[in-house]
């Protein structure tokens, strides 16, 4: 229980789903406590769960390891626990209590929890922000996962092995992490190489991100005839090789929620959004849109899968072409003018590692109070920007 300013106390139930547990649903009421309250407070927090009072000594404690720390149960819930306290620079301490001992607050929060259990309101703490396009395509079953997976797996070249391949490869997972080299990537790793030039590269306007690289107007408007050839292609392709009815083909092509942008008038559909099936293909997934075209047309399973995947690998081929490749040029060429070489990079890293390490250990953190902001602080850089890390070395 807070001490609030208020006159009367606040007070809130809910219920967690997903595998509930008693020890999950006191980390719930913990974190949703501390979301309410105001910065430098001093918070007391009385439960009885024992568990939960070792698991919060456990994760504020600086010598655990990240690696030990995502091992704790529930850990996600109390990093978003750590990270309300780092934001807020709050001061918690967590008392026992015995269970059932006549305690009023905690009697009432016995209450709480029981009128919480049958709420039709519900918490959703969204720790994982990443790929969240993904999970929402996911949860409205847009995505062809078995055929994906099986993308993901392709090799168009008869060598189990190969500088292509690998080069494939490293595409499609920068494509599926969302983690090409655009431009406000590279500005957030290096600032003050690329803190002149953030914006597209093709028409100027908007910043460059990876969701804006394949939903620029300008560059939708490059693709557009050759989508459109594509499509002329895929329809004479079908029709010479499959083994049943073709009847409904052009209508399947034409409605289809990946070409219908392309096909229609200009100005007679909205621009593709991320919540668009054209997004999801142009980041290398199959969507049932996609391989919904070829079912019930070839007899032979194998037949029909290595179609799916060989048109498919020639459209997202042909999108990389049409969009990243000319971009990447004109990025080259940026470079070269403005003395940008792969020596810059590494440069910059060695400068800001030193200045980092006289900044990354200063004195006030032996004078001061053990608090847990600065072992989070690591923990999160790690899970939020890893990733970035690994492809910026990879790519550049
Ligand atoms: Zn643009």
Not at 298 to 324: A, C, P
Request: net charge positive; proline share 4%.
């Amino acid at each position: 229980m807070i001490q609030p300013s208020t006159l009367s106390p606040i007070t809130f139930s809910g219920f967690c789903k997903h595998f509930p547990s008693s020890t999950k649903a006191e980390a719930y009421a913990i974190c949703t406590a501390l979301l309410i309250c105001p910065p430098r407070a001093k918070v007391n927090i009385y439960t009885y769960s024992l568990c939960c009072i070792n698991t919060f000594q456990t994760i504020t404690q600086r010598l655990v390891t990240p690696r030990r720390q995502l091992k704790i149960p529930n850990y996600n819930i109390w990093f978003i626990i750590a990270k309300i306290i780092a934001v807020n620079s709050l001061t918690v301490t967590l008392h026992k209590v015995k269970a059932h001992s006549g305690n009023v607050h905690n009697d009432k929060a016995n209450f709480l929890a029981k009128a919480g259990l049958t709420s039709i309101h519900s918490i959703e703490l969204n720790y994982y922000t990443t790929n969240s396009v993904l999970k929402q395509a996911s949860f409205h079953q847009q995505i062809d996962w078995s055929m994906t997976e099986e993308f993901f797996k392709y090799n168009l070249h008869d060598r189990p092995t190969s500088h292509k391949l690998t080069k494939f490869r490293a595409w499609q997972r920068k494509m599926v992490n969302n983690l090409l080299p655009t431009m406000d990537i590279l500005y957030r790793r290096y600032p003050t190489l690329f803190k002149d030039k953030r914006t597209c590269w093709t028409c100027d306007q908007h910043e460059e991100t990876n969701d804006s690289l394949w939903l620029c107007s300008v560059n939708l408007e490059i693709l557009c005839p050759h989508i459109v050839q594509f499509i002329q292609d895929l329809k004479t392709d079908i029709r010479q090789t499959c083994d049943y009815g073709d009847s409904l083909l052009e209508q399947e092509l034409n409605n289809n929620s990946i070409f219908k942008f392309f096909l229609q008038l200009r100005g007679n559909l909205p621009l593709p959004t991320t919540n668009s099936i054209f997004y999801l293909t142009a980041r290398q997934i199959i969507t049932h849109d996609f391989s919904y075209i070829f079912r019930e047309k070839y007899k032979h399973k194998k037949t029909l899968h290595n179609k799916i995947l060989s048109k498919f690998y020639e459209l997202t081929q042909l999108i990389k072409r049409i969009i990243w490749k000319p971009r990447n040029d004109t990025f080259k060429k940026w470079k070269v003018a403005q003395w940008i070489t792969k020596h810059s990079y590494k440069q910059y890293r060695r400068k800001t590692k030193k200045t980092r390490s006289h900044t990354d250990h200063p004195q006030q953190h032996k004078n001061e109070e053990p608090t847990t902001r600065y072992h989070f602080s690591n923990v999160y850089r790690n899970t939020d920007f890893q990733f970035y890390q690994i492809a910026f070395f990879r790519s550049l």
